[in-house]
């Protein structure tokens, strides 16, 4: 049983690692919920089994040893031996230990069930991996994203069991990329359902009125090496700031053909779209270098993740944990 045991474990844990390792060098295009979902269900089956089968079982093992080494000493104090040879306890102890299989199984079982829940009904680290949203967030920035402000979802499929708020104009929103849901997207959610957005000559307008904006002092990119202009933005009650490129055309170039497109009209001096029910528009802080719903459309609400609200860490800038709007 034993040996049996622990050949299928190490079957199972070889396949993790290899689907881990051919996830990290990029062989296969990975799916961490799903993996971490079936680390909770493998690792739960063994720490059933432990409660219910191998735990009771060494407990039995160790009983027995623990009464035959009584039935032996009473044995030899009848023939006038007053010591009995052999560490029982040492012995016991050892029957009583997990075996490894069940150390990196059953043993690890309610971490990672703990890590399970904590990703995939509360909060959910990111890091940012463009520079998209600059200045709101900086390449770099491990951030929090709050994963039950929308609703509570089911891990994996992403199917919503429990409403909650809907997304608000001026959000900063995490969702799954449309074109391909594998990969997670950051944006800044611009329109609702119903509403008319116009991205016309750099200027933002919300259902024909101008979304108010400030100019601030220039953007330095400490990347690049160079300024960029930027303003003070408020939408939805929420303030921040956005860039715009002097050097970039005011138009969409490349846009791809997206469900609902229909919706949209695109000239030289930007787009205009009329946003449809159960979808949102969405768009980058850093409005001429990124790849936002003027390029591949609408986000539908079963591609929501969460809202981001923190930045826990940057290694390069400590300065910039905190909060964001």
Not at 31 to 59: D, H, I, M, S
Not at 210 to 232: A, E, L
Not at 243 to 248: E, I, K, V
Request: glycine share 8%.
């Amino acid at each position: 049983m034993q040996a049996a045991m622990s050949a299928i474990t190490s079957v199972i844990l070889t396949a993790f690692v290899v689907y881990a390792g051919a996830w990290y060098t990029g062989m296969v295009e990975g799916n961490f919920a799903l993996l971490l979902l079936l680390a909770v269900l493998v690792t739960g089956v063994y720490w059933v089994l432990e409660k219910l089968v191998f735990l009771p079982q060494r407990k039995q093992a160790a009983r027995q040893l623990l009464e035959e080494h009584n039935s032996r000493k009473e044995a030899l104090l009848k023939q006038g031996f007053s010591q009995v040879e052999g560490d029982v306890e040492s012995a016991r102890h050892k029957l009583l230990m997990q075996p490894w299989w069940l150390d990196w199984t059953a043993g690890l079982f309610p971490v990672i069930l703990a890590v399970f829940v904590l990703r995939s009904f509360l909060f959910e680290p990111f890091k940012i991996p463009s520079g998209s949203m600059i200045p709101t967030l900086r390449v770099g920035d491990l951030i929090l994203v709050n994963k039950f402000h929308y609703g509570v979802r089911l891990p994996v499929i992403n199917t919503k069991v429990i409403a909650n708020n809907e997304p608000q104009r001026g959000d900063v929103m995490v969702f799954r990329y449309p074109p391909q849901p594998s990969l997670d997207y950051i944006k800044r959610v611009i329109g609702v359902p119903g509403d008319e957005v116009a991205y016309l000559n750099k200027q933002l307008t919300l259902n024909g009125q101008p979304v108010p904006r400030s100019v601030q002092p220039d953007f330095f990119d400490g990347d690049s090496m160079r300024y960029t202009k930027q303003f003070g933005e408020s939408l939805g009650g929420r303030s921040y700031n956005t860039l715009n490129d002097d050097d970039r055309p005011a138009f969409v170039p490349g846009a791809s053909d997206f469900p609902y497109k229909d919706h949209c009209q695109y000239s030289v001096e930007g787009v205009v779209c009329k946003v449809p029910p159960g979808h949102y528009f969405t768009m980058g802080d850093n409005r001429d270098n990124s790849l936002d719903s003027r390029y591949w459309g609408f986000v539908p609400e079963a591609n929501i993740v969460g809202r981001a609200f923190f930045v826990w860490m940057n290694f390069g800038d400590l300065g910039r944990i905190g909060s964001f709007e």
